[in-house]
C-alpha cells in the first residue's frame, strides 16, 4: 500500500490483492482504494454517485456467505471491533479503471496504469498455465501411444530370444551314440 501520496506500488504487492470470486479476477474495494490514496467509504461513495458506470461485470457487492468466507481467509476484524458493517464491494480490471476515473484525483490515475498491468499479467499466467496444461496432456497421451507400442515391441523380442523347446520329431543334427565309442 502507498505510505506517501504518489506512492508507486510494485507490481507484485498489487498482484497480491487480486482475488478470484465468482470466476472473476477481482480486488476489493479496502485493497482499491488504499492504492488509489483514498478512504474506502470516498471510494465508496463515488462509485454510487456513478453507479451507471459500474455495471456487473465492473463491479459486485459480496454476499454475506462470500464476505464471511473472506473474512476468516483474510482475517478483517468484526464489526464490534471497528470492521465493516457492510459486505464489499469487489472490482473486476475494468472497474477498477473506471474507479480511478470516477476519483479523478492523479494517484488514482497513476495507480490504474499498475493495477491494469497486474491484471493482465495475472491473465498471461493463467493463458500460460492452460498452454502447459494441455502440453503435458499431449505428452501424456503420446507417452501411452508409446507405452503400448514398446510392450508390443518387447513381446516380439521375447518370442525371438526364447529357445526353443524340443519337440517330438527328430533332432536335427548327428546324434552322439554310445556304440560309436569303439
Known amino acids: 500500500m502507498p505510505k506517501k501520496p504518489n506512492e508507486i506500488v510494485p507490481e ?3 498482484l497480491q490483492f487480486i482475488m478470484v470470486i465468482r470466476g472473476e479476477k ?3 474495494d479496502s485493497d482499491l482504494a488504499k492504492l488509489y490514496g483514498v478512504e474506502t467509504r470516498r471510494l465508496n ?4 454517485r456513478n453507479i451507471d458506470k459500474f455495471p456487473d461485470d465492473f463491479m459486485f457487492q459480496l454476499t454475506k456467505e462470500e464476505f464471511s468466507n473472506l473474512k476468516s481467509q483474510i482475517a478483517t476484524s468484526s464489526s ?3 470492521g465493516r458493517r457492510k459486505s464489499p464491494l469487489v472490482f473486476t480490471e475494468h472497474g477498477a479503471l473506471q474507479a ?3 476519483l479523478n484525483s492523479d494517484q488514482a490515475n497513476k495507480m490504474s496504469v499498475f493495477i491494469i498491468r497486474a ?3 495475472l491473465r498471461e499466467m493463467a493463458l500460460k498455465n492452460e498452454q502447459l496444461a494441455r502440453k503435458v496432456s499431449e505428452l501424456e497421451h503420446r507417452v501411452s501411444d508409446h507405452d503400448e507400442i514398446l510392450m508390443e515391441l518387447i513381446k516380439e523380442i521375447r518370442k525371438l530370444i526364447e529357445t526353443p523347446k ?4 527328430g533332432h ?7 556304440k560309436a565309442k569303439k
Do not use: D, T, Y
Open 45 to 48: 461513495e463515488q462509485v454510487r
Open 119 to 121: 491484471f493482465v499479467r
Open 166 to 169: 524340443p519337440g517330438k520329431k
Open 100 to 102: 480511478a476515473n470516477v
Open 172 to 178: 536335427i543334427g548327428f546324434l552322439k551314440s554310445s
Open 12 to 14: 507484485e504487492r498489487i
Open 26 to 28: 477481482v480486488i476489493l
Open 80 to 82: 464490534g471491533w471497528g
